[in-house]
């Protein structure tokens, strides 16, 4: 009896959430995870931002430093709640609710960007292959900037703090600019060769919106951070 | 609903026996699920269930896996004729309580730098794991600090997203009971910590320091034992990284 249970809980597990699509961006390693964290950090000495592609199918994040995978969002995400914990408690501050506080308040904001790209992406009517999951992970890279500011705010004081931070946002800025445009343009660069003058417009509204939404990233890395450095 | 009509049509006495009667007979079916659905559960491993009692352990049927049989079949003819109380197996056998491989896991997780043997894990031992995090909550009640719902729920939580990430990660799947085996005894240190912190404070620099050992020392033993359980390789510092992170919110639990 408890197995069929456990048969119906798999069944709707793999309606709700596509399991499958999940292995595929959990399938990384160590190297690529430490690279990732150097590009995100580091972004402007990369050169080739193309993601390889694999009979149609992009290729896992194991080979390709520039696929977008889940396991540094995640994991930056409950770092931050513990960085944000350990910022609170050294300013006694800390009570174990506070730790359930901000992890909802963090994922409420990640819910809402998430949602406003999703509408903003809906209303501009781009089509691209960016999943859900690919916006989500790309909304949780910069909590690594995050986390590296809130660190270096714990260790140096409120101007380590401003100068990392500063610097994480410049450089989630240009990471999302850079990494963006390959996803959008592989659309547009299979209708360019029908006509490019028509689409000019959409391409730009394109670029605009990339830009709106790598230059809200900076105001939220200073609004989830701000007020556990004091 | 139909019971209510009756009540007003009979007498006071007839209609409270018969709601009693009803109601004893509901709060019986309720004992027979219940006691139906029990026994099954109680042999499906339950992830991160630190603090059940040892009751619902003992209604699991004996599998025999753990202990080679202590009495052969020799005993066993010999004592046929008194059947019953004397045939069962030993008290602990039957728990599947094995004191000898409590404390060979122990010391593996003692020392993280001996490689592991990977079949210690197949056994999905859920009482260690309860001693220690009892042992935990009790040395954080010596410190004043009354948090065992805390632990409950961290580690409840915890084990559910391990659970979820090494599946993701993995290619071979794990069980709640062995994920939840394996951080339980692996929080051995964090109880040396929060042990410590009864007699100084952990609030300057030592006790960082101490703290971020511990939990360095809980997270190389935990993933050693899970890299060696699953093959993954070269993911060690993967599988590391969530468990640091996990026994992070304990630390911080215990230093703060």
Not at chain 1, 111 to 140: K, Q
Not at chain 2, 41 to 51: I, L, N
């Amino acid at each position: 009896m408890a197995s069929q249970g456990r048969d119906i809980v798999d069944r709707n597990i793999d309606r709700l959430v596509p399991v499958g699509r999940l292995k595929y961006y959990f399938a990384v390693d160590t190297v690529y995870v430490g690279r990732k964290l150097g590009l995100l950090v580091f972004p402007f000495m990369h050169q080739d931002w193309q993601v390889r592609y694999q009979q149609d199918a992009p290729v896992a994040p194991r080979f390709d430093v520039n696929a977008p995978d889940l396991y540094i969002p995640v994991m930056a995400f409950i770092t931050y709640v513990l960085v944000a914990g350990l910022a609170l408690g050294t300013q006694n501050r800390f009570s174990p609710d506070s730790l359930g506080l901000q992890a909802s308040s963090a994922l409420a904001w990640l819910i809402v960007e998430v949602l406003a790209i999703l509408l903003s992406l809906y209303l501009v009517t781009v089509n691209t292959d960016l999943t859900t999951i690919d916006l989500i992970a790309f909304s949780g890279y910069k909590y690594v900037g995050m986390i590296v500011g809130l660190v270096s705010g714990l260790l140096f004081g409120k101007t380590g703090y401003y100068v990392v931070l500063g610097w994480c946002c410049i450089s989630i800025f240009v990471f999302m600019v850079r990494d963006r445009q390959t996803l959008r343009l592989k659309i547009l660069s299979e209708a360019a060769a029908e006509g490019v003058l028509v689409r000019g417009a959409k391409n730009q509204l394109r670029m605009y919106l990339t830009m709106a939404i790598a230059a809200v990233q900076p105001l939220f890395m200073y609004w989830l951070t701000y007020h556990l450095i004091r | 609903m139909s019971n209510f009509e009756q009540f007003h049509s009979d007498f006071y006495q007839s209609s409270y026996t018969i709601d009693n009667q009803e109601g004893y007979n509901s709060y019986g079916c309720n004992e027979n699920l219940c006691g139906s659905r029990k026994n099954p559960t109680g042999e499906r491993p339950r992830a991160g269930a630190f603090v059940t009692s040892e009751i619902l352990l003992s209604s699991q049927s004996y599998t025999g896996q753990i202990l080679q049989p202590t009495y052969s079949p020799d005993t066993l003819s010999h004592l046929s004729y008194t059947n019953g109380f004397d045939e069962e197996p030993p008290l602990l056998e039957e728990l599947g309580i094995n004191f000898d491989h409590i404390w060979q896991k122990t010391l593996t997780v003692l020392n993280p730098m001996k490689p592991a043997d990977g079949s210690i894990m197949n056994e999905t031992d859920l009482t260690g794991p309860m001693v220690f995090c009892l042992a935990l909550g009790a040395t954080l009640l010596l410190a004043g600090k009354v948090h065992f719902g805390y632990v409950y729920g961290m580690s409840a939580i915890g084990c559910l997203a391990m659970h979820a990430l090494l599946n993701l990660m993995s290619v071979t799947g794990v069980s709640h009971g062995c994920v939840a085996s394996v951080l339980g005894y692996c929080l051995l240190p964090m109880v040396i910590l929060s042990g410590s912190a009864v007699v100084i404070s952990l609030q300057g620099i030592l006790g960082t320091l101490l703290a971020l050992f511990v939990v360095g020392w809980c997270s190389l033993s935990a993933s050693k034992i899970f890299t060696s359980a699953l093959a993954m390789e070269g993911q060690q510092l993967l599988i590391a990284y969530p468990c640091a992170l996990l026994y992070g919110l304990f630390a911080l639990l215990t230093v703060f």
